[in-house]
C-alpha cells in the first residue's frame, strides 16, 4: 500500500486507476518523487487564475518550470506495425504485412524514464480522450509503466464564482468532472492513471482549508 504524503493529499483530489500509485511508488520510485515535489511545490494565485489564455496561460508554464529542470520533456511516438501471417497447408507458407503509422505521433508533454505526466488546466474536455489515448498508446508500446494527469477539482468552482469568471471555466472545459467517468469507462485502456485535482488549498492568496 503506497501512501501519498499528507501534505499532497491536503492539496489535492486524489483517484488512482489500475494501481498507477502501487507501481509509481514500487517500481518508478525516483520520478514519481520528482512529480510528488513538484505538486508539494505548485502554488498558483488568483491572478494566475485570472489570466487569458488557457493552457498558454501562466499555469501550465509554473508547471514547466517545476519539471523541466528535473528532466521531464516531451515526448512523442511513431511506429508502423510488422505482422506475420503463417498458413499452415501441404506447405507451410509465411508472408508479412507492414502496417504503416499503426502509431501516429502520440505525444505526452512531460516524460521521463517510464513515467508520463501532463497537465490539463483549461483545453476543451475532448482534450482528455487524445491524453488518455497517449497514455495508452505508450502503455501498449512498453514505453511506460503508468502516467500522472494534474486537471482542476471541481473544488475549485467556488474560487471562480467568487471571482466572477466561472464562465471562462465551463462544464465543457478540462476539469475533473469530465475526466472520472472516461477512465472509469476505460478510455485509458491498460494504462495505470494516478490523477490529481488542483484544489483552492494550492492558491496562495486564498483562504485555505483547515486540516
Given at each position: 500500500m503506497i501512501t501519498i504524503p499528507e501534505d499532497i493529499s491536503q492539496k489535492y483530489e486524489i483517484h488512482n486507476f489500475r494501481h498507477a500509485a502501487e507501481i509509481l511508488g514500487t517500481s518508478c520510485e525516483s520520478d514519481f518523487a520528482e512529480i510528488l515535489n513538484a505538486l508539494h511545490e505548485f502554488k498558483i494565485t488568483t491572478a494566475d487564475i485570472m489570466a487569458s489564455g488557457g493552457n498558454e496561460s501562466n499555469i501550465?508554464?509554473?508547471v514547466s518550470q517545476?519539471?523541466?529542470?528535473?528532466?521531464?520533456?516531451?515526448?512523442?511516438?511513431?511506429g508502423d506495425l510488422l505482422v506475420t501471417v503463417t498458413t499452415h497447408g501441404e506447405h507451410v507458407d509465411t508472408r508479412e504485412?507492414?502496417?504503416?503509422?499503426?502509431?501516429?505521433?502520440?505525444?505526452v508533454d512531460y516524460v521521463k524514464?517510464?513515467?508520463?505526466?501532463?497537465?490539463?488546466?483549461?483545453?476543451?474536455d475532448q482534450t482528455f480522450d487524445r491524453d488518455l489515448y497517449a497514455f495508452r498508446a505508450f502503455y501498449d508500446a512498453g514505453v511506460i509503466s503508468a502516467a500522472v494527469l494534474?486537471?482542476?477539482?471541481e473544488s475549485l468552482n467556488a474560487v471562480f464564482k467568487s471571482l466572477g469568471i466561472m464562465k471562462k471555466y465551463g462544464a465543457s472545459t478540462t476539469w475533473m468532472g469530465k475526466l472520472l467517468y472516461r477512465?472509469?469507462?476505460?478510455?485509458?485502456?491498460?494504462?495505470?492513471v494516478l490523477v490529481f485535482g488542483i484544489t483552492p488549498n494550492v492558491i496562495e492568496d486564498w483562504p485555505h482549508e483547515e486540516s
Open positions: 501550465p508554464k509554473i517545476l519539471m523541466r529542470p528535473s528532466g521531464w520533456f516531451e515526448a512523442r511516438i511513431h504485412i507492414t502496417i504503416e503509422s499503426f502509431m501516429d505521433g502520440h505525444k524514464n517510464e513515467v508520463a505526466f501532463d497537465l490539463e488546466w483549461n483545453s476543451k494534474l486537471t482542476r477539482s477512465l472509469r469507462a476505460g478510455r485509458n485502456g491498460g494504462c495505470p
